[in-house]
C-alpha cells in the first residue's frame, strides 16, 4: 500500500532487519503413526485396484476394436474370393462348352468318332471310396481310323 502524499507514515526511520536462524533437524525422529500408515496402506490399495480395473477395460476395448479390424479384413478378403471364384466358375463353363470343344476339334482336322472305336477299359469300376485291391492291368491301344 502506497502512503498517500498528504500523509507520513507513521514510522520514519529504520529499517526492519531479518536475521537467519540456521535450524538444525538432524537428531529429529519421526514417530510412527499406525493408524496414518493403515490410511495410506489402503489408499494405496484402492489406487491400484482402480488402475487394475481401468487397465482392463482399456485391454478389452482395444482388443475389441483390434478384433473389429480383423474381422473387416477377412470379410474384404472373402468378398474378394467369392468374385474370383464366381469368375473362375463363369470360365470354366465357357471352357467346358460343347460348342466350343467342337470348334477346336474341328480346328485340329479331328473326326467324330466311329462305332466300335471307343474301347471301354474297365467296366467293373469299384464304388467310390470303396477298397480296391492292386493289380496289373494289361495297356490296350486304340489305333484311330483315320
Known amino acids: 500500500m502506497k502512503p498517500s502524499p498528504a500523509r ?15 535450524m538444525d533437524n538432524s537428531r529429529l525422529v519421526r514417530v510412527a503413526d499406525p493408524k496414518r500408515s493403515r490410511e495410506m496402506r489402503m489408499l494405496v490399495g484402492a489406487f491400484a485396484c482402480l488402475f487394475l480395473l481401468v487397465m482392463t477395460y482399456a485391454w478389452q476395448h482395444f482388443s475389441a476394436i483390434e478384433y473389429g479390424y480383423r474381422i473387416e479384413a477377412l470379410k ?7 468374385e ?13 462348352s460343347p460348342d466350343r470343344i467342337d470348334a ?43
Open 8 to 22: 507520513k507514515p507513521c514510522w520514519t526511520g529504520t529499517p526492519e532487519v531479518y536475521f537467519a536462524k540456521r
Open 104 to 146: 477346336l476339334a474341328r480346328s485340329l482336322h479331328l473326326q467324330p468318332t466311329a462305332p466300335g472305336q471307343v474301347l471301354l477299359l474297365d467296366t467293373n469300376t469299384p464304388e467310390p471310396g470303396a477298397p480296391e485291391m492292386a493289380r496289373m492291368s494289361s495297356l490296350i491301344s486304340v489305333i484311330s481310323a483315320r
Open 84 to 96: 474370383l471364384n464366381r469368375t473362375l466358375q463363369v470360365e470354366e463353363s465357357s471352357l467346358r
Open 76 to 82: 474384404f478378403q472373402r468378398d474378394g474370393l467369392v
